[in-house]
């Protein structure tokens, strides 16, 4: 039965019917009325209905095709989610657990922490491939330990790639440094060590072997001192072959405190090709020669110059010499009043043996070359520069010198300024100690900042309180005690010593620095300038230094006492 439609033109819907479809308008809405009908009927309450026949026949449900997934497909699928979900939780808490026990930070990991200027580890740290890095640094507190069961091995090379430089720390207890030149410093970075393919060099004050049993050289020694320990003979012995001592210019023996012993089984010959043999003392003795009755045939006789030069006269001639022999013994000549040289030789020759002693102050001395001023010359020249100052024989303050057997010897008789400067050389060093009488106090200027020894710090305070005693002041300026304090300079109050032969200067330097109320500061071109305003002036100055013995010396029997006194007090000292 085919559907009846009413159509319209054009495919419009019918006048007076709605556009809304049969099957979808609400069959239980009653009160909405079509909207094409008149008002009277939609007024009617009575519904319509409107059947639609049709001749098709309906869809199976075979035949419909359905969106979506059904059955098994969606079981498995729901699996799947439900898996991947167990997994996502546990992959999760496994990434929290591993950040909450590796300690991952967002400033690193554990003891790792990442910072912009580079890596802090804390603690200990292994690597098992090799590492690169610029600088290797540890806390200021704590210290750098580098430690490898096979060994340590540390290298440098250049901008090319190739080796220059490298320490290889072995487990066999070798350490092995390759390098063009291996160079040791201190914290001065002042030079100490070097050595390279052509020499070996120490550039220090003191070189100490403390081998009991001593040295052995098989080559040949070159150095400008030899010198023991305090209170320790010193000994150069060979005992099968011969010791030679050899110098292009001068050689010195000096004994400042003790003797001079010279043994031989065989000869002793003392030999100068062009200079003197000079034996300068007051005593010259000469035991166990041979003695003569007078009889025989005659003999040389030994004579000596008013000069003090040894000459031999002939048989049965007496003791007399000409100008010829006794003008050329000594640069100083000293002559009889019958043959007396001219004022103008005699002023020449004191200006060349002035120049002589005091050379070292621009190199020109009697070791030549060399710049280390002596005891002369640093008590000379306080002597002269600073008349109104006491100042002491650096022979006072060396080791060895014993002021109760021997006094203390000084520049002048008292001490008006109640200051006393006490120049004393120890090990090969000068300082200077500032005696303020009034305050009973020393201080001591060191340009090298080495730390006070014990025994300077003993002879300064004797020297100290010998010195206090003898003068103790009147009226309000007079002590009744005679405690002494010997303190240090402080280091940023001086000037500071950057080689190892301008302490001499830099000592005279301070004194009168000190003595003016000036800058105790000094450069290199003040020392220049004062090396050579002080050898003119030590050159031309005509007034002889003076030395007056201060403090007599006491009895013998004091000697004993005081050295127990400083054995006590480096007993104490050690524990």
């Given at each position: 039965?085919?559907?009846?439609?009413?159509?319209?033109?054009?495919?419009?819907?019918?006048?007076?019917?709605?556009?809304?479809?049969?099957?979808?308008?609400?069959?239980?809405?009653?009160?909405?009325?079509?909207?094409?009908?008149?008002?009277?009927?939609?007024?009617?309450?009575?519904?319509?209905?409107?059947?639609?026949?049709?001749?098709?026949?309906?869809?199976?449900?075979?035949?419909?095709?359905?969106?979506?997934?059904?059955?098994?497909?969606?079981?498995?699928?729901?699996?799947?989610?439900?898996?991947?979900?167990?997994?996502?939780?546990?992959?999760?808490?496994?990434?929290?657990?591993?950040?909450?026990?590796?300690?991952?930070?967002?400033?690193?990991?554990?003891?790792?922490?990442?910072?912009?200027?580079?890596?802090?580890?804390?603690?200990?740290?292994?690597?098992?491939?090799?590492?690169?890095?610029?600088?290797?640094?540890?806390?200021?507190?704590?210290?750098?330990?580098?430690?490898?069961?096979?060994?340590?091995?540390?290298?440098?090379?250049?901008?090319t790639g190739h080796r220059t430089a490298g320490l290889d720390l072995g487990t066999d207890g070798k350490a092995t440094a390759v390098c063009d030149r291996f160079e040791v410093y201190d914290s001065d970075r002042k030079l100490l060590f070097f050595a390279d393919t052509n020499q070996i060099g120490l550039k220090l004050d003191n070189l100490r072997i403390l081998d009991e049993g001593g040295s052995v050289f098989d080559g040949a020694i070159q150095t400008a001192v030899v010198r023991p320990e305090l209170d320790t003979p010193l000994s150069l012995e060979s005992p099968t072959r011969d010791i030679l001592i050899d110098a292009a210019q001068d050689v010195e023996i000096l004994s400042s405190a003790g003797e001079i012993q010279i043994q031989s089984l065989l000869d002793?010959?003392?030999?100068?090709?062009?200079?003197?043999?000079?034996?300068?003392?007051?005593?010259?003795?000469?035991?166990?020669?041979?003695?003569?009755?007078?009889?025989?045939?005659?003999?040389?006789?030994?004579?000596?110059?008013?000069?003090?030069?040894?000459?031999?006269?002939?048989?049965?001639?007496?003791?007399?010499?000409?100008?010829?022999?006794?003008?050329?013994?000594?640069?100083?000549?000293?002559?009889?009043?019958?043959?007396?040289?001219?004022?103008?030789?005699?002023?020449?020759?004191?200006?060349?043996?002035?120049?002589?002693?005091?050379?070292?102050?621009?190199?020109?001395?009697?070791?030549?070359?060399?710049?280390?001023?002596?005891?002369?010359?640093?008590?000379?020249?306080?002597?002269?520069?600073?008349?109104?100052?006491?100042?002491?024989?650096?022979?006072?303050?060396?080791?060895?010198?014993?002021?109760?057997?021997?006094?203390?010897?000084?520049?002048?008789?008292?001490?008006?300024?109640?200051?006393?400067?006490?120049?004393?050389?120890?090990?090969?060093?000068?300082?200077?100690?500032?005696?303020?009488?009034?305050?009973?106090?020393?201080?001591?200027?060191?340009?090298?900042?080495?730390?006070?020894?014990?025994?300077?710090?003993?002879?300064?305070?004797?020297?100290?309180?010998?010195?206090?005693?003898?003068?103790?002041?009147?009226?309000?300026?007079?002590?009744?005690?005679?405690?002494?304090?010997?303190?240090?300079?402080?280091?940023?109050?001086?000037?500071?010593?950057?080689?190892?032969?301008?302490?001499?200067?830099?000592?005279?330097?301070?004194?009168?620095?000190?003595?003016?109320?000036?800058?105790?500061?000094?450069?290199?071109?003040?020392?220049?300038?004062?090396?050579?305003?002080?050898?003119?002036?030590?050159?031309?100055?005509?007034?002889?230094?003076?030395?007056?013995?201060?403090?007599?010396?006491?009895?013998?029997?004091?000697?004993?006492?005081?050295?127990?006194?400083?054995?006590?007090?480096?007993?104490?000292?050690?524990?």
């Amino acid at each position: 039965m085919a559907a009846r439609y009413n159509h319209t033109p054009y495919g419009l819907p019918p006048r007076g019917y709605p556009e809304e479809a049969v099957w979808s308008r609400n069959a239980y809405d009653v009160q909405k009325q079509p909207l094409g009908y008149p008002t009277s009927m939609r007024e009617s309450s009575q519904p319509l209905t409107t059947v639609v026949h049709s001749n098709m026949k309906p869809t199976s449900d075979s035949n419909i095709y359905k969106v979506g997934i059904y059955g098994w497909r969606k079981r498995c699928l729901y699996v799947f989610i439900v898996a991947l979900t167990v997994i996502i939780v546990i992959n999760l808490a496994l990434t929290i657990w591993v950040m909450s026990v590796l300690d991952i930070s967002l400033g690193g990991m554990g003891a790792l922490k990442i910072t912009d200027d580079g890596i802090h580890v804390k603690g200990k740290a292994q690597f098992e491939e090799p590492v690169q890095f610029s600088q290797l640094s540890t806390a200021n507190d704590e210290a750098l330990v580098i430690d490898s069961p096979l060994g340590v091995s540390v290298q440098a090379r250049n901008q090319t790639g190739h080796r220059t430089a490298g320490l290889d720390l072995g487990t066999d207890g070798k350490a092995t440094a390759v390098c063009d030149r291996f160079e040791v410093y201190d914290s001065d970075r002042k030079l100490l060590f070097f050595a390279d393919t052509n020499q070996i060099g120490l550039k220090l004050d003191n070189l100490r072997i403390l081998d009991e049993g001593g040295s052995v050289f098989d080559g040949a020694i070159q150095t400008a001192v030899v010198r023991p320990e305090l209170d320790t003979p010193l000994s150069l012995e060979s005992p099968t072959r011969d010791i030679l001592i050899d110098a292009a210019q001068d050689v010195e023996i000096l004994s400042s405190a003790g003797e001079i012993q010279i043994q031989s089984l065989l000869d002793i010959s003392l030999n100068s090709k062009q200079g003197e043999i000079r034996l300068d003392s007051g005593n010259i003795v000469m035991s166990g020669l041979a003695r003569s009755d007078g009889r025989g045939a005659a003999q040389y006789q030994l004579c000596i110059c008013h000069s003090g030069r040894v000459f031999l006269a002939a048989e049965r001639a007496d003791c007399r010499a000409d100008r010829s022999i006794c003008i050329m013994a000594d640069e100083i000549c000293i002559l009889s009043s019958d043959d007396e040289a001219p004022p103008e030789e005699q002023q020449v020759s004191i200006l060349e043996q002035r120049k002589l002693q005091y050379g070292a102050l621009i190199g020109q001395g009697t070791n030549k070359g060399s710049t280390w001023i002596n005891d002369r010359t640093v008590f000379d020249y306080l002597s002269l520069k600073l008349p109104e100052f006491l100042v002491i024989e650096p022979l006072v303050l060396q080791a060895g010198y014993n002021i109760d057997l021997r006094g203390i010897i000084g520049s002048r008789e008292d001490a008006p300024k109640g200051v006393v400067l006490m120049p004393m050389q120890h090990e090969n060093h000068w300082i200077l100690g500032i005696l303020e009488i009034q305050l009973g106090m020393v201080a001591v200027f060191d340009t090298l900042r080495k730390e006070l020894d014990e025994d300077v710090w003993m002879k300064m305070e004797d020297v100290a309180k010998a010195l206090i005693k003898k003068f103790p002041g009147t009226g309000s300026n007079h002590r009744t005690s005679n405690a002494v304090y010997v303190i240090q300079a402080r280091d940023d109050q001086y000037a500071m010593q950057f080689d190892l032969v301008n302490c001499g200067p830099l000592i005279c330097m301070l004194a009168c620095a000190y003595s003016a109320r000036e800058s105790l500061f000094f450069n290199e071109d003040d020392i220049t300038k004062w090396r050579e305003q002080t050898f003119e002036f030590l050159v031309k100055t005509e007034v002889n230094v003076q030395s007056y013995r201060i403090v007599p010396p006491k009895e013998a029997d004091k000697a004993p006492k005081r050295a127990s006194l400083k054995k006590t007090k480096k007993t104490k000292k050690a524990s």
